[in-house]
């Protein structure tokens, strides 16, 4: 059963209360799930998906969950994932873990139009953050899923990394790095029945989205400058097929089938939330 022995032994842990379950039941009733960057964002509408499914959740991030961030029932834990302690003392207190969700992300704050506009110094902390912390995550609970035979890794990634953004070349570098991790835990894990992929959103309105667009036009003369919504409605439909914004909700939506048996073959893959903004061959 997921759940310290003594609730109040570690500093941190709240309860949040709120959603029942979805109409559809994914087989997911009563398994643990950690859920990696869970405050704000598609972090926060993942942990709330999995609720609904019946799963005992556990979200971490750095900071409190943010108004409006979802209302389901899980706990919620401080912590830093570039800190393998921090990580490691999520695994002792919660020991019952299925699933593992990495949706966490940073920035270099910096409009990279080219390159060597950023300092080099900033590539540091975007990659420990967005790789890093990843691969902190993966090395704490990969041996015990092994062990169990049954578990799921899911990292949140970027169509940055699968196109070679120049807004932000570290983050893009980190995420392209973290595609390709996916693919090595895949493989190691396979024969221990445990299934890794990533899930890499389009245009989603989040904090991190919203930094992007900061970044951009601080980088601008003053009468070049947008608004938010007129910046991202020209971007939506100079880049999306489809013409619209991904959500949250969308990217929860995968995040849950993904972890399911629905999805038993599939490991290994990167599979797009963006609405047509990176094709597959």
Same mark, same amino acid.
């Given at each position: 059963?997921?759940?310290?022995?003594?609730?109040?032994?570690?500093?941190?842990?709240? $309860?949040?209360?709120? &959603? *029942?379950?979805?109409?559809?039941?994914? =087989?997911?009733?009563?398994?643990?799930?950690?859920?990696? =960057?869970?405050?704000? =964002?598609?972090?926060?509408?993942?942990?709330?998906?999995?609720?609904?499914?019946?799963?005992?959740?556990?979200?971490?991030?750095?900071?409190?969950?943010?108004? =409006? %961030?979802?209302?389901? !029932?899980?706990?919620?834990?401080?912590?830093?994932?570039?800190?393998? !302690? !921090?990580?490691?003392?999520?695994?002792?207190?919660?020991?019952?873990?299925?699933?593992?969700?990495?949706?966490?992300?940073?920035?270099?704050?910096?409009?990279? &139009?080219? &390159?060597?506009?950023? !300092?080099?110094?900033?590539?540091?902390?975007?990659?420990?953050?967005?790789?890093? *912390?990843?691969?902190?995550?993966?090395?704490?609970?990969?041996?015990?899923?092994?062990?169990?035979?049954? *578990?799921? &890794?899911?990292?949140?990634?970027?169509?940055?990394? $699968?196109?070679?953004? $120049?807004?932000?070349?570290?983050?893009?570098?980190? +995420?392209?790095?973290?595609?390709?991790?996916?693919?090595? /835990?895949? +493989?190691?894990? /396979?024969?221990?029945?445990?299934?890794?992929?990533?899930?890499?959103?389009?245009?989603? +309105?989040?904090?991190?989205?919203?930094?992007?667009?900061?970044?951009? $036009?601080?980088?601008?003369?003053?009468?070049?400058?947008?608004?938010?919504?007129?910046?991202?409605?020209? +971007?939506?439909?100079?880049? %999306?097929?489809?013409?619209?914004?991904?959500? %949250?909700?969308?990217?929860? /939506?995968?995040?849950?089938?993904?972890?399911?048996?629905?999805?038993?073959?599939?490991?290994?893959?990167?599979?797009?939330?963006? *609405?047509?903004?990176?094709?597959?061959?």
């Amino acid at each position: 059963m997921l759940g310290p022995a003594d609730p109040t032994a570690m500093t941190g842990v709240q $309860q949040i209360s709120g &959603f *029942g379950r979805n109409d559809v039941d994914l =087989g997911l009733d009563g398994q643990g799930v950690l859920v990696c =960057g869970a405050a704000s =964002g598609i972090g926060a509408a993942i942990a709330s998906r999995f609720a609904q499914e019946g799963c005992r959740v556990v979200g971490m991030d750095v900071q409190e969950p943010s108004p =409006g %961030s979802g209302a389901a !029932d899980y706990s919620f834990v401080r912590g830093d994932v570039t800190a393998i !302690d !921090d990580v490691r003392r999520v695994a002792e207190t919660f020991p019952d873990l299925r699933h593992i969700v990495y949706s966490v992300g940073a920035g270099a704050g910096t409009m990279g &139009f080219p &390159f060597w506009n950023v !300092d080099p110094a900033a590539w540091g902390r975007v990659i420990e953050v967005n790789l890093i *912390g990843a691969v902190n995550v993966a090395h704490v609970f990969a041996p015990e899923l092994a062990e169990r035979r049954h *578990g799921t &890794f899911l990292f949140l990634v970027s169509v940055a990394g $699968q196109i070679g953004s $120049q807004t932000d070349p570290p983050y893009s570098a980190a +995420k392209a790095g973290l595609i390709n991790f996916t693919q090595c /835990a895949a +493989k190691d894990l /396979a024969p221990h029945n445990v299934r890794v992929n990533a899930l890499s959103p389009g245009m989603v +309105k989040t904090p991190l989205n919203r930094s992007v667009w900061a970044a951009g $036009q601080a980088a601008l003369p003053a009468e070049q400058r947008q608004s938010y919504e007129a910046w991202t409605d020209e +971007k939506i439909r100079r880049v %999306s097929p489809l013409g619209r914004w991904q959500t %949250s909700e969308d990217c929860a /939506a995968v995040a849950v089938f993904l972890s399911s048996e629905q999805a038993k073959n599939i490991t290994g893959q990167t599979i797009n939330v963006d *609405g047509g903004q990176v094709m597959h061959a």
